[in-house]
């Protein structure tokens, strides 16, 4: 978005008023100057880098701030539209006046679209690219630096990185020759000894020693005939043990 400066005279007012409403809604900074009080500003816009917006309305070619306004605004920045024909000729003039006569104060329509594109083209002029970040160089340079180093690196120790047939032989017979008695580390599995194996053990030497005998043991056989019945006795059985021992103590 840019600045841009309105110029007109009275009798475009409301139209001026109109279009600074809606470029600002655009995000546009639009600073709007009426009347001959305006050519004041010719110096400043003269140095700056801001838009100018002449509306040629009918009163506007008679007067002399609006003929200065167009005979020293830098015509890169400027932009013309009009609402009335008779407007003054320039010789340098980048772009034509566009039609605003049937203008209705809104956004869209052949006038609109075409101011529209006359500022994009102003603002490609006093905003012109920006150049790529430093930061963004310096970083690009850094990693295709890095990149470099790696890929020599890589290049010069090729050999060491893929190591040799017996270099790896030696390597698993150290894993099989490896202490198993240690806590942690890998778990080596050892195969059970076969028959063959088994023939090949020296012979077990028998011990000297004398028999044991154990002496057999007699068991008698218990007769338990009726089975006594175990229960838990009832209310009755246990009042009746009640009176019976009263009495006993009663005779003592």
Do not use: C
């Amino acid at each position: 978005m840019i600045d841009i400066i309105t110029v007109s005279t009275h009798d475009a007012k409301k139209l001026a008023a109109d279009l600074v409403r809606l470029l600002e809604a655009e995000e546009h900074s639009v600073r709007m100057l009426v009347g001959r009080q305006s050519q004041a500003s010719i110096e400043d816009a003269k140095t700056s880098r801001d838009a100018v917006l002449i509306i040629w309305s009918e009163d506007a070619p008679s007067q002399t701030y609006m003929l200065e306004w167009l005979r020293q605004s830098d015509a890169t920045r400027l932009v013309e539209i009009a609402t009335a024909p008779g407007w003054p000729e320039r010789k340098d003039r980048k772009a034509p006046v566009i039609d605003f006569s049937s203008w209705r104060g809104e956004r869209g329509g052949r006038a609109w679209n075409a101011l529209s594109e006359r500022l994009k083209a102003v603002s490609r002029v006093v905003e012109p690219p920006k150049p790529p970040a430093r930061h963004a160089a310096i970083a690009l340079g850094i990693v295709s630096i890095a990149a470099v180093g790696v890929a020599m690196g890589v290049r010069a120790n090729q050999g060491l990185i893929a190591p040799s047939t017996n270099a790896k032989s030696e390597t698993q017979v150290a894993q099989l020759e490896a202490p198993t008695d240690s806590v942690g580390g890998a778990l080596y599995a050892m195969e059970p000894a076969s028959v063959d194996d088994l023939r090949a053990l020296p012979p077990v030497r028998t011990i000297n020693m004398q028999p044991m005998h154990l002496a057999s043991l007699d068991f008698n056989e218990l007769s338990l005939d009726p089975i006594p019945e175990v229960r838990e006795p009832t209310f009755i059985e246990r009042l009746q043990d009640f009176v019976i021992s009263e009495d006993e103590r009663n005779q003592r």
